[in-house]
């Protein structure tokens, strides 16, 4: 089945509706990212077990024009129940299908996460998503589609799934991406980060303090916010084929 999103359009790509805030660097020449690698700590345990879809915390690569293959390692909350989940993710807007990795492992808040998007090489023209976290580590190649003819240039680092009620984020109200380092055709950059609002929720914010820091905030005591019925259908719908892949129709 086809994503909910394309059926809203044909200019739907990334930035996603369902993001909250994010932070975005575009190679100005338009060449491939070919590494990107992080660590993040898992935060604490959200107050309310329900009440948003699996808010998640993430980062990956991207065509400039948002097109192409969203190549995405991710943390996420609820994504099998009231734990956190890392897996490896990717929402290819070139024909709408969204796959992720066979293995699902369950983390704790206070967890470091390491994690990496590193190019294969020309010959293949693939990347290679890797998550590990308390022991347990997920590596999932993805090979660029033939319809895809633009490098994989912008580099997000993302809050994603507004709440019907801040408490479904953690209390804490902060997650940091560090020790960020990227590589532009097999060389070393320092991306300056631009940090933007998608649709924000519960006074969610980015703020780069430079170009290996990335810093997401959030009120978890903020009042019930609105929701963006457009923004919430899509990513119920991605992360609703997500589930359906790993546990059968109707999980």
């Not at 807007?93 to 294969?120: A, F, R």
């Not at 633009?150 to 109200?173: D, I, M, W």
Request: aromatic share 12%; hydrophobic share 35%.
């Amino acid at each position: 089945m086809l994503c909910l999103a394309l059926a809203l359009g044909a200019t739907a790509n990334d930035p996603s509706g369902s993001w909250l805030s994010y932070a975005s660097y575009t190679d100005p020449l338009d060449r491939r990212i070919t590494l990107l690698n992080t660590t993040w700590v898992v935060p604490d345990t959200p107050k309310a077990k329900f009440g948003s879809n699996a808010p998640g915390w993430w980062f990956g690569i991207q065509t400039a024009d948002g097109d192409g293959a969203l190549i995405q390692p991710i943390l996420a909350w609820g994504y099998q129940g009231n734990e956190y989940s890392i897996f490896n993710g990717v929402f290819d807007w070139t024909d709408g299908s969204w796959h992720t990795s066979s293995e699902v492992y369950t983390v704790k808040p206070g967890d470091l996460i390491t994690s990496s998007v590193y190019y294969n090489g020309p010959e293949d023209n693939s990347y290679t998503m890797y998550i590990a976290a308390a022991g347990k580590s997920i590596t999932t190649p993805y090979k660029i589609k033939k319809q895809q003819h633009k490098n994989e240039s912008t580099a997000y680092f993302v809050l994603e799934h507004q709440p019907n009620n801040c408490r479904a984020y953690p209390p804490s109200g902060t997650c940091t991406f560090n020790n960020i380092y990227m590589e532009v055709d097999g060389k070393a950059v320092l991306p300056g980060w631009q940090t933007k609002q998608e649709v924000p929720k519960c006074n969610s914010k980015c703020v780069a303090s430079d170009a290996q820091t990335i810093t997401f905030t959030w009120d978890a005591k903020a009042e019930q916010p609105s929701t963006n019925a457009t923004a919430t259908a899509v990513g119920l719908e991605k992360w609703k084929e997500a589930r359906s892949a790993l546990h059968g129709p109707g999980a």
